[in-house]
């Protein structure tokens, strides 16, 4: 999923998901945020070295089966690299070219990064939740701090993981995100009440990368 995240996910969209966190988190001690980015990854390298290993190849067949000159067959190589390299200038096709482990592998790597560079670890239980999601990629990931991770298992966000995955492959961003937040403040609740001095100590609104 390509295109500017303004378009996917409008300032009206946010505010109303920027409610929805508000209201998960009334019953938790833990503080959710949502960061959506339109891509974890460039992988212009990747892209090279495919073309690079692709033109590796292409002189085997035409030895065999041409009777081209050895000039022709690097002329063949260059126009190969080339017609690789300008195809990938379009991100879907470069993002057709990444094998998806990667894709996935990178995503995570952005959301890991991206939960200790926006601060979530400044909470003063260690209750930050963040729920990241790569439009690119089409990858979620929830990371937790380590008051969540003694209380909660990674695992038990799998769930909630699948569905948000299916829902922005149907183009279901918005109605995505909102059930995602509503089922992490659940989990949350039953497992990090809300205590009685608590306070809300990360930002509500939803963190854009475009």
């Not at 979530?120 to 990858?139: N, Q």
């Not at 279901?172 to 009685?196: M, S």
């Amino acid at each position: 999923m390509t295109g500017r995240i303004a378009d996917l996910l409008p300032p009206a969209a946010c505010e109303r998901l920027a409610a929805a966190v508000s209201r998960a988190e009334a019953g938790t001690s833990g503080e959710i945020v949502v960061m959506v980015s339109r891509r974890a990854g460039a992988y212009r390298s990747v892209v090279l070295l495919a073309a690079l290993i692709a033109a590796l190849i292409l002189p085997w067949p035409l030895i065999a089966l041409t009777g081209w000159s050895a000039t022709a067959i690097l002329l063949a190589q260059a126009a190969l690299v080339a017609a690789i390299l300008g195809l990938s200038q379009n991100e879907r096709l470069r993002l057709a070219l990444v094998p998806r482990r990667l894709r996935s592998a990178r995503a995570r790597e952005a959301g890991q990064r991206a939960f200790w560079s926006r601060g979530l670890s400044r909470t003063r239980s260690r209750t930050g939740v963040l729920l990241y999601l790569s439009l690119a990629e089409r990858h979620a990931e929830i990371v937790t701090d380590l008051g969540v991770l003694q209380r909660i298992p990674a695992q038990a966000w799998d769930g909630i993981l699948a569905d948000l995955t299916r829902a922005l492959a149907r183009g279901e961003i918005e109605g995505g995100l909102t059930a995602a937040v509503e089922r992490i403040g659940a989990c949350l609740a039953e497992h990090l009440p809300a205590g009685p001095h608590d306070r809300d100590e990360l930002p509500n609104r939803v963190i854009v990368a475009d």
